[in-house]
């Protein structure tokens, strides 16, 4: 038999009754799945009433724009991971913040320069040094250039072969007319780049 108007819409209730719970419990597998491995490698942050944090903050010039502030103090902790924490300078100092939003403050070593009880003027002895024109001898180039593993006919050979070449193993640089390259352009006209975006910090930075 046909089922009447009200058996079709009991029965369709009820199957959609079914289906919603079907859909919430597989619901929760997945999202306690997702849960377990999203807190795997997560730490939980705990403060201490007194520390000293930063606060992740939307920037004053540009609201879409994170940064950190601080340092801040805290004043009261409310639970595992809200905390009551002041900021001076704000119109509104005292706040409420998730730990998510709040990293310790490590204030900077401050390093002091060693102050010696010497004279302000120490008078040195400065050697002076002989007049060179810059251009060194074959032997020198030889003695600062070839390993000392060398044996003593083999530096003299060395040492003659330098010096019958000694336009090749010249100290001072040359140029030759036997060899040409041309440097070949794909066009002649001015490379133009694009102009790229700079940050907030940036900008600042070119302004002054």
């Known amino acids: ?43 939980l942050r705990t403060f201490k009433v007194g520390d000293q944090v930063l606060l992740l903050r939307s920037s004053k010039a540009h609201k ?62 400065i050697p002076e040094l002989g007049k060179t024109d810059g251009i060194l001898t074959i032997a020198e180039v030889v003695e600062a250039a070839v390993d000392k593993t060398l044996t003593q006919n083999q530096f003299s050979d060395l040492t003659a072969l330098i010096g019958k070449y000694q336009k090749l193993f010249s100290t001072i640089p040359g140029r030759t007319s036997l060899v040409e390259h041309d440097i070949e352009v794909k066009t002649r006209s001015n490379i133009q780049c694009k102009a790229y975006r700079f940050s907030p910090r940036q900008e600042k930075l070119l302004k002054e």
Do not use: F
């Open 64 to 125: 879409l724009e994170l940064q950190w502030e601080g340092p801040a103090t805290v004043q009261q902790r409310l639970s595992e991971t809200n905390y009551v924490v002041k900021l001076p300078g704000r119109r509104k100092e005292v706040r409420i913040y998730h730990c998510n939003l709040m990293k310790p403050y490590v204030e900077r070593v401050q390093v002091v320069s060693i102050a010696l009880n010497q004279p302000e003027e120490i008078p040195t002895r």
């Open 1 to 43: 038999e046909n089922p009447t108007v009200v058996e079709y819409v009991l029965s369709l209730l009820n199957r959609l009754h079914k289906t919603r719970e079907l859909v919430e419990a597989n619901l929760g597998k997945a999202q306690s799945r997702g849960k377990t491995y999203y807190d795997k490698n997560s730490r």
